[in-house]
C-alpha cells in the first residue's frame, strides 16, 4: 500500500519535472532569471519584494508572478509600486493547493511578458513543506524565515531550509522583543544546510534590504545561458 | 483531465472520512473529547498547549498527539511538562506530508492512552492549507493566528478559517512593534468566518491565556456522547 503511494508521488514529481524543464527553457529563450522565492504564510515575501525591486533601477526590469490560494492582495500591493505582476490562484476546485506546480506556472506564462524582463520572481504559496518539493523551472530557490516563527524551523522541516540557495532571516527589528535566540537557530540552520548563505533583513525598517537587492541583481547580471 | 483530477481527490477523502469516523467512535468509547489544533509554522501552538495543559487541574487529564513532518522538538517540550504526549512524524518516505489525515491518527493510536485521557489536543502540522481538508476525527478544530503574520491571512487561507470554531489570535504582546491593525484582521475574519469566537492571546506574556484554559476545559465537561 505504501509502495504504491511512493510510486504515485514519484510519477507526479516525473511529470513536474518535464514541464519544469519546458518552463526553464523557455525563461532561457528569453534571457531571464527566475527565482522561487518561499516562506511560510506571513515572513514577509511580498515586503521584501516591494522594498527590493522597485529600487533594481533601469537595468534590471523586474516582475513578479504571485502565487496565492485565493485573492489578488499581495498582487495589488506590487502592482501599486509599478512591478509587472501577474496573479496566480490556485484555489479553483478543491480547497485549494498548497504550493506551486511547473504546470500552473506554465499555464501562467502567456500573461507573462518575459521578453520585456531580465528577472522574474515567483513568489509561492505560504507554506514550509510542499513548496519545496516541485520545481517549477527557477534558476534559484530563496526562503525567508522571520525570526517570529522560532529558532526550531531549520530542524522541523529541513527540507525548505535545504532546497535554497539563500535564506532571509526576516523581522530581526523585532529581536529585542522576542526570545528568538539567534545562535540557535543558526545552529539548527547549518545542521540541516551547512553553510547556506543567509541574510539578517528587516522588511519593515529596511535593514539589510540593500544586500538582498545587491543579490537580486548580481543573478540578473549572469547570462541565463552560462548557468 | 481537471475533472479525473478532482475524482481523485474526492476518493481520497471519502477514505479519509470513512477512517476519520472510526476514530471519532473509538475517542467517544473512551470518553475522551479530542482537539484538532491548526496553525501556520511558529504560530505559537506548543506555547499555548505548555501554557494551558499543565494548568488544567486533575480534573481534566490531558494529552496531546504531536503531528510533525520530522523531529520531535515540540513533545520534548510538552514532555517536560509532565504532559503525555504521542509523536507523530509524517517525514517518512517522500519528503513530508504537510498536513495529518485520519489514517496517520488512526496509526498513532495504539500508543496514545484513551483511557486515561479526558481531552487529547491533537497538534498539526503547521500549515495554514491542508490541515483544514483533512478531518481526522476530532470534536472540535482550533487555530492559532499570530499577529506577526499580517492582517490579510483570513482572506488569503480563508479555508482555515472558516473550518475552525474558535481562533487564537496570538503574539498580542508584539502588537505596539507592528504594523498589524487588528480591525483589519477582524474584518478580514469576520468576511469568511462571521461571528467565529475569537480570542487575544499571548503565549509568551500569559495574557488571555486562562480564557483559552477555560475553552479547553469546558470542551472536556461535556460528555462526548451528548455532542
Known amino acids: 500500500m505504501h509502495r504504491v503511494k511512493v510510486r504515485v508521488v514519484e510519477d507526479v514529481l516525473d511529470a513536474n519535472a518535464t514541464i519544469a524543464r519546458a518552463n526553464r527553457e523557455d525563461f532561457e529563450r528569453a534571457g531571464v532569471t ?5 516562506s511560510a504564510p506571513g515572513a514577509g515575501k511580498t515586503t521584501l519584494l516591494e522594498r527590493a525591486l522597485p529600487e533594481l533601477g533601469s537595468d534590471v526590469r523586474a516582475g513578479v508572478l504571485e502565487g ?5 492582495f499581495d498582487a495589488d ?26 504546470n500552473m506556472v506554465r499555464s501562467a506564462l502567456p500573461q507573462v511578458p518575459l521578453g520585456e524582463l531580465d528577472l522574474l ?4 504559496v505560504g507554506n514550509l513543506v510542499c513548496p519545496a518539493e516541485f520545481r ?22 529541513p527540507l525548505m531550509f535545504r ?16 526570545d528568538f535566540d539567534l545562535q540557535k537557530f543558526l545552529y539548527h540552520l547549518d545542521a540541516v544546510h551547512p ?10 525598517t529596511g535593514e539589510g534590504v540593500e544586500r538582498w537587492r545587491d543579490w537580486l541583481r548580481a543573478q540578473a547580471a549572469v547570462p541565463v545561458e552560462a548557468r
Open 77 to 102: 500591493r506590487l502592482a501599486s509600486m509599478h512591478v509587472p505582476v501577474v496573479q496566480l490562484n490556485t484555489g479553483n476546485g478543491f480547497g485549494g493547493e498548497c504550493h506551486l506546480d511547473a
Open 136 to 157: 517549477i523551472g527557477e534558476h534559484h530557490r530563496v526562503m525567508v524565515s522571520a525570526v517570529t516563527e522560532g529558532e526550531d524551523k531549520p530542524a522541523k522541516y
Open 68 to 72: 496565492d490560494v485565493q485573492g489578488s
Open 163 to 178: 532546497a535554497c540557495e539563500l535564506v532571509l532571516i526576516n523581522k530581526v527589528d523585532l529581536l529585542e522583543q522576542l
Open 195 to 204: 553553510g547556506v548563505p543567509r541574510l539578517l533583513v528587516s522588511a519593515r
Open 121 to 124: 520572481v515567483v513568489e509561492n
Open 34 to 38: 527566475v527565482v522561487n522565492l518561499m
